[in-house]
């Protein structure tokens, strides 16, 4: 009996087209692989704001150092007590402030303030950090010529950067802030390029970038944390300023630098003995632990919250109050009530806001913040 093949007669040919496919599929991808790859595009360096244009601005030179009269300030004196927690020397023999007359705010307020327009961008910015080296070294930053970081530039080439109430609506404890992260990106990654510049020129001119952004973050006197913030930023630039004169041989330069530089540790750590005294306050009314607010600390609140030499602290003190006010005992409540109601006519609109978002501050809402 014969068996018939059931094998089709056209299975031969398909195998064979099949082989064949395979093999200059193969063919292609050893020629390619041999090749050099294309030319990647170059990375876009248009500005990404669709913010008005930013003002052109000019950066002046340094002002004249005048040894007789530079002030060397003793932040540990007795005098020291009153000052306001700022600098007493005038960082314009280091890193002037630009002409421009546009607000760096407007930059800060779509870039870095979250719910706002512009705000994906820094997002998928941050997507693009690398990692730095040296002093860098497992810190994240843009690369030297990211569009992100270009399109920053000329924003802080500007005199003033102003947030609240002009941008963003002021409403007290619970006003939305900028993402200091952000700030502090831009300032690692100008002066990581300028690290890498080809010449001394290139690099003062980003490690004087970064005193400007600092000084920028420090000019509006609204949150501590933007202060802080703007000291650590003075602080790098600075820094990179004198290692870099001290490369040179530039004595000028490195003494502009070191007087900067040791203003810059006394005024944070006086901040820090802020904070760790009173912002914990309504934190802790709010947790039942009353023992923090002592009868001197609620005093020196009181106090800070009326006359303190500068606005940050003054706002802070408010919203320590709002909480003293729902939670203290009842002198203690008493005397922050009759405190905030004054604080409503306050000459400092900011002040003024505070103090009336505390008058209104329910008991629901306080629990919300605490």
């Not at 904070?275 to 039942?288: D, H, K, M, P």
Request: charged share 25%; aromatic share 6%; proline share 8%.
């Amino acid at each position: 009996m014969t068996v018939q093949s059931t094998r089709s007669p056209y299975l031969r040919p398909v195998l064979l087209s099949l082989i064949l496919v395979l093999v200059l599929a193969l063919s292609l991808r050893i020629r390619l692989a041999n090749q050099d790859p294309p030319p990647r595009p170059p990375r876009p360096t248009a500005p990404l704001h669709r913010l008005p244009a930013v003002p052109e601005a000019r950066v002046p030179e340094p002002r004249d150092l005048d040894l007789a009269a530079l002030p060397i300030p003793c932040w540990s004196c007795k005098e020291a007590r009153g000052w306001p927690i700022v600098s007493r020397v005038d960082l314009d023999i280091l890193a002037p402030l630009g002409d421009g007359s546009g607000n760096a705010g407007e930059w800060v307020a779509a870039y870095l303030v979250p719910q706002n327009p512009f705000h994906p961008e820094w997002s998928e910015a941050s997507k693009r950090l690398i990692e730095g080296s040296g002093s860098f070294a497992g810190r994240l930053i843009l690369a030297p010529d990211d569009p992100f970081l270009l399109a920053a530039e000329p924003w802080f080439d500007q005199e003033r950067l102003q947030i609240y109430p002009e941008l963003i609506p002021f409403e007290g404890a619970e006003s939305r802030i900028p993402n200091f992260l952000g700030g502090l990106v831009l300032a690692r990654s100008w002066i990581a390029r300028g690290k890498a510049a080809q010449n001394a020129d290139e690099a003062l001119e980003d490690f004087r970038r970064v005193v400007r952004l600092g000084r920028l973050w420090r000019q509006e006197d609204v949150t501590v944390s933007a202060d802080l913030v703007g000291i650590a930023t003075i602080q790098l630039g600075a820094q990179a300023i004198y290692e870099l004169a001290q490369v040179n041989g530039d004595q000028d330069l490195a003494l502009r630098a070191a007087v900067v530089l040791g203003e810059l540790t006394p005024q944070r750590f006086l901040t820090s003995d802020w904070v760790s005294r009173y912002q914990g306050v309504g934190t802790s009314l709010a947790l039942g632990d009353g023992a923090k607010l002592t009868r001197s600390v609620f005093r020196q609140l009181l106090k800070v919250a009326e006359t303190a030499p500068g606005r940050r602290f003054r706002l802070e003190a408010l919203t320590q109050l709002a909480f003293v006010a729902h939670l203290g005992n009842r002198s203690q409540k008493e005397r922050a009530r009759r405190v905030i109601e004054g604080l409503e006519q306050d000459s400092d609109e900011l002040i003024a806001a505070q103090a009336t978002w505390a008058a209104q501050l329910s008991p629901l809402e306080l629990k919300r913040l605490s």
